[in-house]
């Protein structure tokens, strides 16, 4: 089955800093990569996704770029704000008929004034 | 709409008790799942299901039973609970057969078995 790696565990970073989070996966069949945000005590929400026919999106201070050859994708948050603290999840799927999701280990983000 | 909702937020258990976990959706989503998420382990699928009538296993379905009656309902039974599965518990749902479409989690529940 897939397997996605996810690094690194924590990232702190100064306010207005940018921010790198890093996955890799394992099976060359997976096309549609998420990443969802769970800020504490709450639910995980999908902050951005991306497929395997795109190799970088943005949507304001987020981006995420892939690269298929190399089996790894990388989310990227410009000029942080404290509000961005929480922890990120990368996730891959096949994306096609009902594939399931694998969810990486999680990334905790701490932002500081 | 409600969206995804879970019951009950915090449980407590004893070894060997039983309890089920309710979940429903009211977006009409043909898929559902359930996760348990563990410190440093992130998400891992335990039980999902592709419609009425329909479920599969995840990646740690022992311990864990579900059935899905309804499109609405997608309860997750422990049979006889043990300390191993204190976790948060989270339900998701997407809309159908596309894993690209977005799914969306439920608030969590929060289990403790003692």
């Known amino acids: 089955g897939e397997n996605v790696e996810q690094h690194p565990s924590t990232l702190s970073v100064q306010e207005g800093d940018s921010a790198v989070i890093k996955c890799t996966y394992s099976d060359s069949a997976s096309n549609y990569f998420p990443w969802y945000k769970q800020e504490l005590g709450k639910r995980p929400q999908l902050i951005i996704d991306?497929?395997?026919?795109?190799g970088e999106k943005k949507d304001q201070r987020i981006a995420v770029t892939l690269n298929k050859t190399a089996k790894h994708f990388s989310l990227h948050i410009t000029e942080t704000q404290p509000e961005d603290s929480a922890v990120y999840f990368c996730?891959?799927?096949?994306?096609?008929?009902?594939?399931?999701?694998?969810f990486g280990k999680g990334t905790m983000l701490l932002v500081s004034p | 709409n409600a969206g995804v909702t879970q019951t009950p937020k915090f449980q407590v258990l004893k070894t060997g008790q039983s309890m089920t976990l309710q979940c429903a959706q009211d977006m009409n989503h043909e898929y559902m799942s359930w996760y348990r998420q563990d410190p440093g382990m992130g998400l891992r699928l335990i039980h999902y299901?592709?419609?009425?009538?329909?479920?599969d296993q995840g990646e740690v379905p022992n311990g864990y039973n579900v059935s899905r009656s309804t499109t609405e309902d997608f309860p997750l039974r422990l049979l006889s609970a043990a300390p191993s599965q204190t976790s948060v518990y989270f339900c998701?749902?997407?809309?159908?057969?596309?894993?690209?479409?977005?799914?969306?989690f439920g608030p969590g529940t929060r289990l403790t078995v003692l």
């Open positions: 996730a891959a799927s096949m994306g096609s008929g009902y594939s399931t999701l694998t």
């Open positions: 299901s592709v419609g009425a009538g329909i479920t």
């Open positions: 998701a749902s997407r809309a159908g057969s596309l894993a690209t479409d977005t799914q969306y």
């Open positions: 991306i497929r395997s026919n795109v």
